[in-house]
């Protein structure tokens, strides 16, 4: 079982281009969530969602955008980077919602110039 | 407004200490969640629990859902315990909240 896999582990962009984040999960989970953690900060949720084809926003959606096509891959989109975005970038994957747990990919660790 | 406050948020310890990390929020939830972060970036879920106590080695976590509080203990600490442990909660929709987290170094 290969869990989450997150790729790329690294990428720079400069301001304005754009760029997916790819997430993989084998586990046949339902629910999938995007985070993101800035220095000092606690993981934010920027998208989740709880099946193929349903997506929703979580705190932190500017500037970005998701899709469900398959229960597998939840990939995050990034138009016109900004340094706002430079970041390190986790997704998850869980079974069903609050009372199930997390299994999380490697990060991606992100800086817009 | 910190959803979730975690204290301390620094922590060193020499080995074999007992360790206490503290953990509280401010409105109901069905369960919350501890999770390990490594040296590396990678996070890791320790537990999720909704009441009582969770046991996995020589960690154990407890909740207290009527005073919204929840404690991560480290028994016999080791130097490879060291992270940062965070934790946080999903509550709604898209009412997700995770602490900034407590670093632990635990000295040799």
């Known amino acids: 079982n290969a869990g989450v896999t997150q790729t790329p582990k690294f990428r720079i962009l400069k301001i304005g281009q754009s760029m997916t984040l790819q997430c993989t999960q084998d586990?046949?989970?339902?629910?999938m969530y995007w985070y993101r953690q800035d220095p000092g900060m606690g993981l934010k949720l920027i998208y989740y969602s709880v099946g193929a084809g349903i997506t929703d926003k979580g705190e932190v959606p500017n500037g970005y955008n998701v899709s469900r096509s398959t229960t597998e891959d939840f990939p995050l989109r990034l138009e016109l980077a900004a340094p706002s975005q430079t970041s390190v970038y986790f997704c998850?994957?869980?079974?069903?919602?609050?009372?199930?747990?997390?299994?999380f990919g490697s990060g991606t660790r992100l800086t817009v110039v | 407004k910190n959803e979730v406050e975690q204290s301390p948020q620094n922590l060193t310890a020499q080995e074999g200490e007992f360790i206490t990390i503290n953990c509280s929020y401010s409105?109901?939830?069905?369960?919350l969640h501890w999770l390990q972060q490594h040296p590396g970036g990678g996070i890791v879920s320790l537990f999720m629990?909704?009441?009582g106590k969770k046991k996995h080695g020589r960690l154990i976590a407890t909740i207290n859902i009527q005073e919204k509080h929840s404690s991560l203990h480290i028994t016999a600490s080791h130097p490879r315990d060291s992270a940062v442990y965070i934790c946080?909660?999903?509550?709604?929709?898209?009412?997700?909240?995770f602490g900034t987290g407590t670093s632990l170094t635990v000295i040799p």
């Open positions: 946080g909660y999903h509550r709604t929709g898209n009412q997700f909240y």
């Open positions: 998850a994957s869980s079974y069903s919602g609050a009372n199930y747990g997390y299994t």
């Open positions: 409105v109901g939830i069905s369960a």
């Open positions: 629990l909704s009441s």
């Open positions: 586990m046949n989970h339902n629910y």
